[in-house]
């Protein structure tokens, strides 16, 4: 897991750099607070009658900067820390990310959506205890336990083998006992977390059909009997925390134990002071509390662990849809054509057999055909969304899959029947079209979709925020402003997938009869169940058991 998050620790090394030094600082002066405290306190009582050979000022000066440096470093450690694991999260996140987006909607199948959301969310959130909860602290303990152990070696020698082995105890065999322990529970309660977030997604998504088919009860179960066993996990490693703990605390007391008893035969051979003496063993007592957060974090490396692997297993899935090592330039202007493709889901599954399709420059095609006939397949392959298992097709004659995915963007773009209208305001969701479109740019292609009117009659134009999935906007709006969206690439050719889903007839034909104006000149493949006007397509093809069947001219309409 740290062989895997490497790359990004030394990446990120000057934002992990400063929460070192501090958290270096902060045990530091926590240890030596306390021992500064108990040699003051005791040096104090053993000169109570002569107190004016001792000097409180400077003893009581060490006390309270000791203090106030414990304080502030501690505050600046947490500050730097988090900003730091912050920073390592959000790389990740966008290594993942970025991973995600170069894979297919086949590949991209394969995982329910709730279970994604829990990998880039949960998973990688679980991850923060690397760096704050087991490599920090391991540090740090490491080099104040050396140092403490040093400082005994000076004052109480026969201590310091006795202090240094309890402290090896506490700082290696004990996390590595708990991490062993917890690394089932941390699996099950990884893998309940994420089984959580997907039966909360899932329940909101379709929270409409549970309820129209009295599902809610066995819903409701379902998610009761998943949080009981995420309770069950946690507790099981709150337990193995618990005794982890009671260790530390014994072996603390055993090297206090240890440094008193020690220093007692020192003290008697005045080796050594008394005052001098009580602050070794209350520093002894304050290193052990450095190692209750090497503790924390092995118990979370778990779940950690089991969080890493979710993630991995993205990062390991490579795209199966690639460019070739040297690409082919497309035109800007070409025909598209389909030539004998053939393509099937499964094998036993014939869905696209032989489909012959040509669409020469600014022609307008439609094709229909009954639900799963394959009419969606077809527009993602015409974007090489997906790859035929036979055939080909050809921009201008170059088949597809010799150029880049980013050169076929620019030339062919699609609106799919479910093209989501993004949390944000108008402007956020159109320059997903073209990130360099200014406000002319945007009122011009509003204008062009039939929907600059209304935008501009919204108090915030295109600064307006739009809910969720667009539930600020009527369907017919949605729709255009994700065909604004679409405009807004220049590509040569435009698919669309069912444009007028859910739309009534009067806005669906108001669609149609705005297309041609809205295309100026440029070719459309067209997707769709509706009756198109007459007139509209130069072609209608009817996709029937896998081949495209043209339909007669008296037939488009």
């Not at 998050?5 to 240890?31: D, E, F, K, Q, S």
């Not at 040096?43 to 203090?67: I, Q």
């Not at 002071?273 to 602050?279: D, R």
Request: overall charge neutral; aromatic content about 4%.
């Amino acid at each position: 897991m740290v062989a895997w998050m490497w790359p990004m620790l030394r990446r990120r090394w000057r934002a992990l750099l400063p929460a070192c030094v501090l958290a270096l600082v902060t045990a530091a002066a926590a240890v030596g607070l306390l021992g500064v405290a108990g040699w003051f306190l005791t040096a104090t009582a053993l000169v109570s009658g002569a107190l004016a050979t001792f000097n409180l000022f400077v003893s009581s000066a060490m006390v309270r900067g000791l203090a106030f440096t414990r304080i502030l470093s501690r505050y600046g450690e947490r500050v730097t820390g988090h900003a730091a694991t912050l920073q390592l999260l959000a790389d990740l996140r966008t290594r993942v990310f970025g991973r995600l987006l170069r894979l297919d909607a086949g590949q991209l199948a394969r995982w329910r959506d709730g279970d994604l959301v829990a990998r880039l969310t949960g998973d990688i959130d679980a991850l923060d205890s690397v760096f704050l909860l087991s490599l920090l602290p391991l540090l740090v303990g490491a080099l104040a336990g050396a140092v403490v152990v040093a400082t005994l070696a000076a004052y109480v020698p026969l201590a310091a083998p006795v202090v240094g082995a309890l402290w090896l105890i506490v700082l290696l065999l004990a996390p590595a006992w708990l991490a062993r322990r917890v690394r089932r529970s941390g699996s099950a309660r990884q893998e309940q977390a994420a089984a959580l977030r997907q039966q909360v997604l899932q329940a909101v998504d379709g929270h409409a059909d549970l309820l129209a088919l009295d599902a809610a009860d066995g819903a409701e179960a379902a998610f009761a009997g998943s949080s009981d066993q995420l309770r069950g996990a946690a507790l099981d490693e709150s337990r193995v925390l618990a005794s982890g703990q009671a260790l530390a605390l014994a072996c603390g007391g055993l090297a206090m134990l240890a440094v008193a008893a020690a220093g007692a035969i020192a003290l008697h051979d005045e080796r050594v002071g008394g005052a001098l003496l009580v602050g070794c063993v209350l520093a002894v007592a304050a290193l052990f509390e450095v190692a209750a957060p090497v503790l924390r974090g092995a118990a979370r490396l778990g779940a950690a662990a089991a969080a890493s692997r979710r993630v991995r297993e993205l990062e390991r899935t490579e795209p199966e849809i690639v460019d070739p090592p040297q690409p082919a330039r497309l035109c800007p202007l070409g025909t598209l054509e389909f030539r004998q493709l053939r393509f099937r889901h499964h094998p036993a599954l014939p869905l696209l057999e032989g489909v012959d399709l040509r669409i020469a420059p600014g022609e307008r095609v439609v094709v229909t055909g009954v639900s799963g006939s394959g009419k969606s397949t077809l527009l993602a392959m015409a974007l090489r969304l997906r790859d035929p298992q036979a055939g080909g097709i050809f921009w201008e004659g170059v088949d597809l899959r010799d150029a880049a995915l980013a050169d076929l963007h620019r030339r062919v773009a699609l609106l799919p029947q479910d093209a989501p209208v993004f949390l944000g305001s108008v402007r956020d969701n159109l320059r997903i079209g073209d990130p360099a479109a200014d406000d002319a740019r945007l009122w011009d292609v509003l204008r062009e979709a039939g929907l600059e009117a209304e935008i501009r009659a919204l108090p915030g134009g295109l600064d307006q925020w739009l809910g969720e999935g667009g539930r600020t906007l009527s369907a017919g709006q949605a729709r255009r402003l994700c065909l604004a969206r679409v405009l807004l690439t220049d590509a040569a050719l435009i698919a669309l997938d069912e444009p007028t889903e859910g739309l009534d007839q009067a806005a669906e034909q108001a669609l149609f009869r705005d297309l041609p104006r809205i295309l100026r000149g440029r070719g459309l493949l067209l997707v769709t169940h509706a009756q198109t006007p007459s007139g509209f397509a130069d072609a209608t093809w009817e996709l029937v058991e896998g081949v495209l069947r043209r339909k007669p001219a008296s037939d488009t309409s």
